[in-house]
């Protein structure tokens, strides 16, 4: 079946850096956007960056941009994320996801349009 693994996570201070990894299994995603998530205790699910199935496309939210970079190694079928200049209110579980269909859209970003979810790794950032 698939599986979606990620690590990397950790503590880390404000203004230090991460990177996450996401590895699926279980089937390849290389037609597939690929796409990261987070949620804080006691607030939803967010998205963070998606990237396009060929890696040259990547959307971001506000809140990262500038920050963060998605991005691909098909052949490894795996995503990573990589976090600079990280701030506490980055502090919450990552999850890295995959959409229902191939070849969709990069700005499809809500979390009801990916239908394969990692377990989540836990990134805390103390001030």
């Known amino acids: 079946q698939v599986q979606l693994v990620e690590s990397g996570g950790g503590l880390v201070q404000a203004g230090g850096s991460l990177r996450l990894s996401c590895v699926a299994s279980g089937r390849t995603f290389s037609s597939y956007v690929m796409g990261w998530f987070r949620q804080a205790p006691g607030k939803e699910r967010e998205f963070v960056a998606t990237i396009s199935w060929n890696g040259i496309s990547t959307y971001y939210n506000d809140a990262v941009k500038g920050r963060f970079t998605i991005s691909r190694d098909n052949a490894k079928n795996t995503v990573y994320l990589q976090m600079n200049s990280l701030k506490p209110e980055d502090t919450a579980v990552y999850y890295c996801?995959?959409?229902?269909?191939?070849?969709?859209?990069?700005?499809?970003?809500?979390?009801?349009?990916?239908?394969?979810w990692g377990q989540g790794t836990q990134v805390t950032v103390s001030s």
């Open positions: 996801a995959v959409p229902r269909a191939a070849f969709t859209s990069i700005y499809r970003v809500l979390p009801r349009e990916f239908e394969y």
